[in-house]
């Protein structure tokens, strides 16, 4: 099986470098439905025999295998499989069990290495000396090499599938096992989880626990599913943005568990998730049959390719958000093995990273597929938001492709562009801050996550649909929401702003007719206001100013006295004095279990002055285009010991009664 694996990954040389022929024939399996355990260990094979391909074939050069034996081209991708496998035992034969089924093509190149064990050994340590390297392993390039570092020690993330259980039920499931709850997993031998800080369903677990993990209940039964983390922060930035009965579009999910952890988010919503690229309708019912064990209930397969879908489907027509998982060079995956594996990608990536890289013609390729995929995304007019997410480390795959798409987005359709949004995850470091300041979210490859690359595009909202607070307390009072709450008047400045706006702007669809209607509430309101305020008595002094003032509106005191009344307010219209207090909303005296909204006032402060002994030195500094106020106490409080500060108001001798202080300083 590791053989064929490496048949398809291998690299291909130029005739003229080519050392060893290989045939184009696969080898005949045994078993076509492997188990995954069998399947994961012939990858892995695979793999290490695709790093060290250069150096194995230099081995069998170099010891004389080829061309000396005659072995037919189709068994080379086994020999060289075969050989990696050997020089890992040191060169020892391998025990055979006693139920095993023996091979003929296995059994024949195993014998023809046993048969040059020690040419083979010589010719390896050969290789070693020539590149200074104390093992097989330090000729690797040093990309390569720390990215298998990682790779040794980057935790299992695993979901919690919450249509089958709570997380509480799994943490004391995982406790009655032995395993211990923690912060971090980080260099810990022990039996240990830690939940995520960016998704709350997601558990962290130790490398080494994974042959135990993966024989108990929880993951038998589909209640714990593992997955690479940067799936999981795809799928929860799709929910931070979806309604209660928002659709959702997933395109290259790759592993079914994305679309299972999509539906696993919205169980409780009568959202509907559509999964598309499932181009094989004979894999419906296996499809199905899984969805129904993980119990996913809302999730519908497509079959026709995300780029052949028109905008317009009949079907997509409630898709608010479109979740895209592009196909990319993955440099940023520390494990690709075991991503290949859960994310069903193509083994190409094998190829890619085994030399520590992508190639610049293939990068170029499959950021022109990323940005065509994009751009199409875009082109929904019902969608209003669209989430891309990669596993590359490439600014080629992830930021321009997202620039670049916003740059040429199609602007001719009656729809809101699109606009880049901050990340609606939380910035649990300093580093991820940093690195999300330019609002794309991304994680660079390291000891505890692969790489990651997150963009969230949302469309800018549309000013005719901007409404006001008044508009928006106006329908909440005709519908009898706002029983008990009153609603203040409009200023003067607003009257004359709304009366040159209807004077400008005829009426001409529905919806000014509903203003209308707004605006005969507000004057209903406001008249009752008017009435009620005329029925409280006015005292003489309020009356005298009234009187002066013309037609200045009334205000009352409050029922609180200003805690510091230092500094004496200052409007532009000349009335009667008011209690100052920072950041005041004067309001009428409220009844009992009645809400009265605050309604802001301007105020203006006077230019700073020192205090004088006298009103003619204080009235000498003051401009005459300016007013000024003297303090008056509340009434409950005219008894208190506590004296109020006076300032002569124009044309006005100060009270002989009432006790002087310099006014206080600013």
């Known amino acids: 099986m590791a053989a064929n694996v490496f048949q398809g990954i291998r690299i291909e040389k130029s005739p003229e470098k080519v050392l060893i022929k290989y045939g184009t024939a696969p080898l005949l399996s045994l078993s076509e439905a492997e188990d995954e355990s069998s399947r994961r260990l012939s990858y892995e094979l695979a793999f290490s025999a695709l790093k060290y391909q250069d150096i194995l074939e230099t081995i069998l050069i170099d010891s004389y295998i080829f061309p000396s034996t005659t072995i037919p081209d189709h068994l080379s991708s086994l020999v060289i499989v075969m050989l990696y496998d050997f020089q890992d035992r040191k060169f020892q034969t391998r025990d055979l069990s006693d139920n095993e089924e023996s091979i003929s093509e296995v059994q024949e190149v195993e014998n023809l290495l046993n048969s040059f064990k020690t040419k083979l050994a010589a010719a390896l340590a050969r290789c070693r000396i020539k590149h200074d390297a104390l093992s097989i392993y330090h000729i690797l390039p040093e990309t390569v090499r720390k990215q298998e570092l990682r790779a040794s020690t980057l935790p299992l993330y695993a979901w919690i599938n919450t249509c089958k259980i709570s997380p509480e039920e799994v943490y004391n499931n995982l406790k009655k096992r032995g395993y211990s709850e923690v912060k971090s997993v980080l260099h810990i031998d022990d039996k240990v989880f830690a939940v995520d800080q960016h998704c709350y369903d997601v558990l962290i677990f130790p490398s080494h626990l994974k042959n135990d993990l993966i024989s108990i209940d929880l993951f ?87 780029i052949n879908i028109e905008s317009k489907d009949h079907r997509l027509q409630k898709v608010k958000v479109i979740l895209l998982l592009p196909r990319c060079s993955g440099l940023g995956v520390s494990n690709p093995v075991e991503f290949i594996l859960n994310e069903h990608e193509g083994t190409d990536l094998l190829k890619d990273l085994s030399q520590g890289g992508t190639s610049e013609d293939k990068l170029h390729v499959l950021a ?38 916003l740059d040429f987005q199609d602007l001719g359709n009656k729809v809101q562009p699109y606009r880049l949004s901050p990340p609606v995850l939380p910035l649990c470091s300093s580093k ?12 660079e490859p390291s000891e505890i996550t692969n790489g990651c690359f997150l963009s969230v595009l949302t469309r800018e909202r549309d000013p005719s649909e901007t409404v006001s607070v ?13 029983d008990g709450i009153e609603l203040g008047k409009s200023s003067k400045r607003e009257k004359k702003k709304k009366s040159k706006i209807s004077l400008a702007k005829a009426p001409v669809t529905d919806n000014n007719g ?26 003489p002094l309020s009356q005298k100013k009234t009187a002066q003032a013309g037609a200045s509106p009334q205000f009352r005191k409050l029922n609180k006295p200003s805690p510091n009344p230092l500094v004496p307010a200052l409007t532009k219209n000349t009335g009667p004095s008011r209690p100052y207090e920072r950041q005041t909303n004067f309001v009428r005296p409220r009844p009992e279990n009645r809400m009265v909204p605050l309604k802001p006032v301007e105020i203006i402060l006077p230019p700073v002055v020192m205090p004088f002994s006298s009103s003619e030195g204080l009235r000498s500094h003051v ?26 108001r124009k044309g006005e001798k100060p009270k002989e009664n009432l006790p002087r202080r310099p006014r206080p300083l600013l």
Not at 470 to 482: C, F, N, Q
Not at 514 to 539: C, D, G, H, W, Y
Request: net charge positive.
């Open 220 to 306: 038998k039964d589909y209640k714990l599913i593992f997955q690479d983390k940067s799936r999981s922060l795809a799928v929860h930035s799709v929910k931070a943005l979806l309604n209660m009965d928002d659709d959702i579009l997933m395109v290259n999910t790759g592993s079914w568990y994305t679309a299972a952890h999509m539906s696993t988010l919205t169980h409780d919503n009568t959202s509907k998730i559509f999964v598309c690229g499932v181009q094989s309708q004979a894999k419906d019912p296996d499809l199905k049959n899984l969805f129904k064990k993980m119990g996913c209930k809302n999730i519908e397969i497509l079959h026709e390719a995300f």
């Open 368 to 405: 022109q597929q990323q940005y065509e995929q994009l751009i199409h995304a875009m082109k929904f007019t019902k969608a209003q938001a669209v989430v891309y997410c990669t596993c590359s480390v490439y600014p080629e795959e992830n930021e321009a492709v997202v620039k670049k798409a």
């Open 432 to 443: 991820e801050i940093h690195l999300a300041t330019d609002k794309f979210l991304r994680m």
């Open 470 to 482: 008044k508009d928006v307390l106006a329908r909440a009072a005709a519908k009898g929401l706002l």
């Open 514 to 539: 509903i203003q209308m209607k707004i605006a005969e509430f507000l004057n209903r309101e406001a008249k009752a206001a008017a009435n009620q305020a005329e029925t409280v008595p006015k005292s």
């Open 623 to 648: 401009p005459a285009s300016q007013f000024y106020y003297r303090w008056v106490a509340p009434r409950p409080l005219l008894s208190s010991s506590l004296p109020t500060p006076s300032l002569s």
